[in-house]
C-alpha cells in the first residue's frame, strides 16, 4: 500500500530524485559496487574503478571522434577515498581538450553509501584517447 503521508512523501521523492553530485561534466554511468568487484581487504578493488572510468571516458570518445578510439595516458589518477561494497558510484565525464587526433577527457567519479543521502568525491583522472581508422593508425577528429 501507498505511503499517503505527505511529509513522508515528500522526504521519499527527495531521496530517491538521486540529483547530481556536481556541477560539471556528463552524468556518464552510474553503478553498484558489488561483492565480485572487491580487493582482498574487502574494498572495492581500484581495477574495477578505473575500468569503469575507461568506460565512461571511452564512451564521450567515442561521440566526439564518432569512430572508433583508444586509450593512450591515463593521467594524475588520485584515489581519496575507498569505496565500499554497496555504494552508489557514479561517473562524470568532461571533455577538456581535442587535438588532432587525440582527445582529452576528465572523470570524476563519486560514491554514496545506500542508506546516506549525501556522497562524496573519491577518484579522478584524466584519459587520453586517440581517433583510430580501421586499420589502428591515428586518425583526424571531424570538425562537426
Ligand atoms: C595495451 C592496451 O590494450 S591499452 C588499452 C587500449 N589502448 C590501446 O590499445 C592503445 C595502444 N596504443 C597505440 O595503438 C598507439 O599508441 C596509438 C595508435 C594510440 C597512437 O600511436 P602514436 O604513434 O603514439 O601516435 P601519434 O604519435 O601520432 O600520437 C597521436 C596523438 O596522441 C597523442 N599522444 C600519444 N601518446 C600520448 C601520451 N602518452 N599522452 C598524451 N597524448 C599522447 C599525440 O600527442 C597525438 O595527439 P594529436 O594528434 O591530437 O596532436
Do not use: C
Not at 109 to 122: I, M
Request: proline residues 3%; hydrophobic residues 45%; charged residues 20%.
Amino acid at each position: 500500500m501507498l505511503n499517503t503521508e505527505t511529509g513522508k512523501l515528500a522526504l521519499a521523492q527527495q531521496f530517491s530524485a538521486h540529483g547530481r553530485q556536481q556541477e560539471d561534466g556528463v552524468l556518464a554511468i552510474r553503478a553498484i559496487a558489488m561483492p565480485a568487484d572487491t580487493n582482498p581487504a574487502g574494498d572495492i578493488f581500484g581495477g574495477w574503478l578505473m575500468s569503469q572510468m575507461d568506460l565512461a571516458a571511452g564512451n564521450m570518445a567515442g561521440r566526439v571522434s564518432q569512430g572508433r578510439s583508444a586509450t593512450v595516458a591515463v593521467e594524475a589518477m588520485q584515489f581519496l577515498h575507498p569505496v565500499k561494497v554497496g555504494d552508489e558510484v557514479t561517473l562524470y565525464a568532461s571533455l577538456k581538450m581535442v587535438g588532432r587526433t587525440s582527445m582529452r577527457v576528465h572523470v570524476d567519479v563519486w560514491a554514496r553509501n545506500r542508506f546516506a543521502k549525501e556522497g562524496q568525491k573519491v577518484t579522478n583522472a584524466d584519459f587520453v584517447f586517440v581517433a583510430l581508422d580501421e586499420d589502428g593508425n591515428p586518425r583526424e577528429i571531424p570538425a562537426t
